[in-house]
């Protein structure tokens, strides 16, 4: 089977819906299928390499439009030969070019979120009107999009999932050191970084490891500075995705201490738990609660609410006995429901049922 799917970025590229997209290209490849990749790459970006098997076709962005990529070749790139054509939400290019597409190609369409202004979400109806199928990794999404409403019937849910076998390896944090908090993610409002570190200001014994860059960072250095604990904080900036188990393996825990619903799943939650690391989330009303259980897999705190947060990490810091329950209980959940494997013979199963006894098609 020949699956072609639109994405916005690819590795390496790091966040939630490149870790998607990449798993679900190489679970396809390792199965024998035909997948290609379309994404958007820019001047400054990392050089790919060589290390993957899915074949990715990358259009030059030449200029960004707000938030969405000015990239004429990935309109003619999305025209390539597919069996089924996989458009990953929100990128109004990919929902553009599906629309110019002269194909016959059955749709399917992974709502990661829905888009944050209303000028993009014509094409995105479209498409989200041709899909045969819809994928979204939780329960919650279904009822927190707006895009959704009237659609239900096509929606299936597939939770998202990781390689676990590349954290597994992830070994204990050094005996002796200080106890030590990390943070994976873009560096923007809704992450709740700012809320992080005036929890961290009340835990004086605590180290936080911060990895990713945004439009918050200064502000954020500057916060740690007025609160007097930049000895305690360290900011990593962007890092390279192969490198991320090098920070997970200095961590005791991971907080991912959001504040709106933005925060729609969190991969990095199931690559803190695969390594045995619990998790710290926040009470968004999000598939965050479908992947943390509250004193099974982790901690969870109300939202924007440093003192509760702060308590939650006092109590992992000095609980070793907790800290590795939790972490086993989250090993475990991953290898149950959140796996490659699981989330690539799910959708297997999904193209041949909207594909049928279809033969390929342009």
């Keep these: 089977m020949r699956v072609l799917q639109l994405a916005k970025y690819y590795w390496p590229r790091s966040g ?19 997948t290609e990749v379309v994404a958007v790459t820019s001047f400054g970006d990392p050089r790919p390499g060589q290390k993957r098997r899915a074949s990715v076709w990358r259009a030059w962005s ?9 990239a004429p070749a990935y309109i003619a790139a999305a025209w390539r030969r597919a069996d089924v054509i996989h458009l990953h939400h929100p990128h109004s290019l990919a929902d553009v070019a599906y629309a110019l ?33 819809i994928v979204v990794p939780s329960r919650a999404h279904i009822a927190l999009s707006q895009e959704l409403k009237g659609f239900e019937e096509k929606v299936e849910v597939i939770p998202f999932g990781i390689d676990e076998r590349r954290w597994e390896v992830v070994p204990p944090p050094p005996p002796g050191n200080p106890p030590r908090a990390l943070f994976i993610g873009r560096l923007v409002p809704f992450k ?36 007097a604990i930049s000895d305690r904080v360290k900011f990593w900036g962007e890092y390279p995705d192969e490198d991320l188990p090098r920070r997970m393996a200095d961590a005791d825990f991971l907080v991912l201490p959001s504040v709106t619903v933005e925060e729609m799943f969190g991969i990095v939650l199931l690559e803190a738990m695969a390594a045995g690391r619990p998790v710290i989330t926040t009470a968004v009303p999000s598939g965050v609660r479908e992947v943390n259980t509250h004193m099974e897999t982790g901690l969870e705190v109300p939202i924007r609410d440093p003192v509760a947060l702060a308590g939650a990490m006092r109590l992992l810091a000095e609980d070793p006995a907790l800290r590795e329950r939790l972490g086993s209980n989250g090993r475990r959940r991953v290898k149950e429901r959140f796996t490659i494997d699981r989330m690539t013979e799910a959708h297997i199963d999904l193209y041949e049922r909207v594909r049928g006894p279809r033969p390929a098609r342009g």
């Excluded at 194909?103 to 479209?126: F, M, N, R």
């Design 16 to 34: 939630g819906m490149e870790r998607v997209v990449e798993g679900l290209a190489e679970g396809l490849a390792e199965r024998g299928h035909e």
């Design 62 to 70: 030449f200029a960004p439009v707000g938030s969405q990529e000015l």
């Design 101 to 133: 597409r002269p194909s016959l190609a059955p749709l399917v369409v992974t709502q990661h979120a829905d888009y944050p202004s209303i000028k993009y979400k014509l094409p995105g109806w479209y498409a989200l009107k041709k899909a045969e199928a």
């Design 192 to 227: 709740g970084v700012d809320f992080l570190l005036r929890a961290v200001e009340l835990v004086p014994e605590l180290r936080l490891d911060i990895v990713g860059a945004g439009p918050e960072q200064n502000r954020l250095r500057t916060l740690a500075t007025a609160l």
